[in-house]
C-alpha cells in the first residue's frame, strides 16, 4: 500500500485521506452548488412556504364549506318548494274531488226528480204501469236500480307480508305474487253470475252487463274507478243455491289453489241482507216511440162486400 508523509513528520495512507475527505464534506458539491443559486436568486425561506401552504388550505377548506352550504341551501330549498307543489296539488285534488262529489250527488237528485215523475205519469193508465213493469225488469238487468236481499259475500284479500324477512323491524315487503289481480276478481264475478246471482258488486259498485275490471298499476278498478283492499264481492240471490254453484264451479277451485299458492285470503259467507247501490246507467243518446198500433192485414184477407152475405131472410 502507498503511504504519504504525514503533516506530524510520518507516513499516512490512501485509504485513510479518502475516509478523511468523506467525512469532512458531508453534503455533495452539486447540491451545495444548487442551494447556493437559489439563496442567490432570492428563494423564500422554509418558514415563509409553511405559512403559505397553511393559508393555501384554509382557503380550500373555506371554500368547500361555503360550496357545502350553498348546496344544502339549495336542497333544502328545493325540498321546501317541492313541498310547497305538492301541498298546492293536494289542495286542488280535495277541491275537484268535493266539486265532482256534489255534482254526482245533484246527478243522483235530479235522476230521482226525472224517475219520480216518469213514474208518476205512466202510472195514470194500465198501458203505462204495463211500461213500468218492463222498465223494472230491464233496469235490472241493466245494474241501474238498487238491489237489496240476501245472498253471498265473497272476500278476497292481499297476502300479509312475511315478517321473517326483517326479523327486526318485524315485517318485510309484499310479494307482488301475493296481490289480488283483476283476474282473481273476474274469476269470483263470472262464477257467482254462473251460480244464478240476480245482482253483483264489488266493494259497493254494482255491477252491468258493460261493466269492466281492469288492473292499472297496482290498483285495480271496477268501472274506471279504484277499489282498494280488501275486496268484498256481494251476490244477492238465494244463498243456499249460490253456495252450492258457486263452490261446485271450476273457477272457484282455480282460485282456490291460487289463494293457497300465494296466501291470499279467499273467503265467503251467506248474509241475511246485501245492499247494492244503483249503478252507472248509459248516456242516453237517441230514442224512438214504439208503435202500439195493429199491423195491417193484407187485402186478400179481408172479405169482399160483394161477397158478404145478406142479412136478411130470402134476400
Same mark, same amino acid.
Given at each position: 500500500?502507498?503511504?504519504?508523509?504525514?503533516?506530524?513528520?510520518?507516513?499516512?495512507?490512501?485509504?485513510?485521506?479518502?475516509?478523511?475527505? #468523506?467525512?469532512?464534506?458531508?453534503?455533495?458539491?452539486?447540491?451545495?452548488?444548487?442551494?447556493?443559486?437559489?439563496?442567490?436568486?432570492?428563494?423564500?425561506?422554509?418558514?415563509?412556504?409553511?405559512?403559505?401552504?397553511?393559508?393555501?388550505?384554509?382557503?380550500?377548506?373555506?371554500?368547500?364549506?361555503?360550496?357545502?352550504?350553498?348546496?344544502?341551501?339549495?336542497?333544502?330549498?328545493?325540498?321546501?318548494?317541492?313541498?310547497? #307543489?305538492?301541498?298546492?296539488?293536494?289542495?286542488?285534488?280535495?277541491?275537484?274531488?268535493?266539486?265532482?262529489?256534489?255534482?254526482?250527488?245533484?246527478?243522483?237528485?235530479?235522476? +230521482?226528480? #226525472?224517475?219520480?215523475?216518469?213514474?208518476?205519469?205512466?202510472?195514470?193508465?194500465?198501458?203505462?204501469?204495463?211500461?213500468?213493469?218492463?222498465?223494472?225488469?230491464?233496469?235490472?238487468?241493466?245494474?241501474?236500480?238498487?238491489?237489496?236481499?240476501?245472498?253471498?259475500?265473497?272476500?278476497?284479500?292481499?297476502?300479509?307480508?312475511?315478517?321473517?324477512?326483517?326479523?327486526?323491524?318485524?315485517?318485510?315487503?309484499?310479494?307482488?305474487?301475493?296481490?289480488?289481480?283483476?283476474?282473481?276478481?273476474?274469476?269470483?264475478?263470472?262464477?257467482?253470475?254462473?251460480?244464478?246471482? &240476480?245482482?253483483?258488486?264489488?266493494?259497493?259498485?254494482?255491477?252491468?252487463?258493460?261493466?269492466?275490471?281492469?288492473? +292499472?298499476?297496482?290498483?285495480?278498478?271496477?268501472?274506471?274507478?279504484?277499489?282498494?283492499?280488501?275486496?268484498?264481492?256481494?251476490?244477492?240471490?238465494?244463498?243456499?243455491?249460490?253456495?252450492?254453484?258457486?263452490?261446485?264451479?271450476?273457477?272457484?277451485?282455480?282460485?282456490?289453489?291460487?289463494?293457497?299458492?300465494?296466501?291470499?285470503?279467499? &273467503?265467503?259467507?251467506?248474509?241475511? &241482507?246485501?245492499?247494492?247501490?244503483?249503478?252507472?246507467?248509459?248516456?242516453?243518446?237517441?230514442?224512438?216511440?214504439?208503435?202500439?198500433?195493429?199491423?195491417?192485414?193484407?187485402?186478400?184477407?179481408?172479405?169482399?162486400?160483394?161477397?158478404?152475405?145478406?142479412?136478411?131472410?130470402?134476400?
Amino acid at each position: 500500500m502507498t503511504s504519504t508523509p504525514r503533516r506530524g513528520g510520518g507516513p499516512r495512507s490512501l485509504g485513510a485521506s479518502l475516509l478523511d475527505q #468523506v467525512l469532512a464534506e458531508t453534503l455533495d458539491p452539486a447540491y451545495e452548488r444548487r442551494a447556493r443559486a437559489r439563496a442567490a436568486a432570492g428563494a423564500a425561506p422554509a418558514p415563509f412556504r409553511r405559512r403559505g401552504g397553511q393559508v393555501a388550505v384554509a382557503l380550500v377548506t373555506a371554500v368547500a364549506g361555503v360550496l357545502a352550504a350553498v348546496t344544502y341551501g339549495g336542497a333544502a330549498a328545493g325540498a321546501q318548494g317541492r313541498e310547497q #307543489v305538492r301541498a298546492a296539488l293536494v289542495g286542488d285534488v280535495e277541491t275537484e274531488s268535493a266539486t265532482t262529489d256534489a255534482l254526482a250527488a245533484d246527478l243522483e237528485r235530479l235522476r +230521482a226528480d #226525472v224517475a219520480a215523475t216518469r213514474d208518476d205519469a205512466l202510472a195514470s193508465s194500465a198501458v203505462g204501469q204495463r211500461a213500468l213493469d218492463e222498465l223494472a225488469d230491464a233496469e235490472l238487468a241493466a245494474a241501474v236500480a238498487p238491489v237489496s236481499g240476501p245472498g253471498l259475500l265473497v272476500t278476497l284479500a292481499d297476502a300479509e307480508p312475511d315478517a321473517d324477512a326483517d326479523p327486526v323491524g318485524g315485517a318485510g315487503e309484499a310479494d307482488p305474487r301475493g296481490l289480488v289481480r283483476d283476474g282473481d276478481l273476474q274469476l269470483v264475478v263470472n262464477a257467482l253470475w254462473a251460480a244464478g246471482a &240476480e245482482a253483483v258488486g264489488v266493494n259497493g259498485q254494482q255491477l252491468g252487463p258493460t261493466s269492466a275490471i281492469r288492473f +292499472a298499476g297496482e290498483a285495480v278498478l271496477v268501472d274506471f274507478r279504484p277499489v282498494t283492499n280488501p275486496y268484498l264481492v256481494s251476490a244477492v240471490g238465494d244463498p243456499e243455491t249460490l253456495r252450492s254453484r258457486f263452490l261446485a264451479s271450476p273457477e272457484v277451485g282455480a282460485l282456490a289453489v291460487i289463494s293457497k299458492t300465494y296466501r291470499l285470503r279467499f &273467503e265467503f259467507a251467506q248474509e241475511d &241482507e246485501l245492499s247494492l247501490p244503483a249503478g252507472s246507467s248509459r248516456e242516453l243518446r237517441s230514442a224512438a216511440p214504439v208503435s202500439e198500433e195493429p199491423a195491417a192485414l193484407p187485402s186478400a184477407a179481408l172479405p169482399s162486400a160483394s161477397a158478404a152475405p145478406d142479412p136478411t131472410p130470402g134476400g
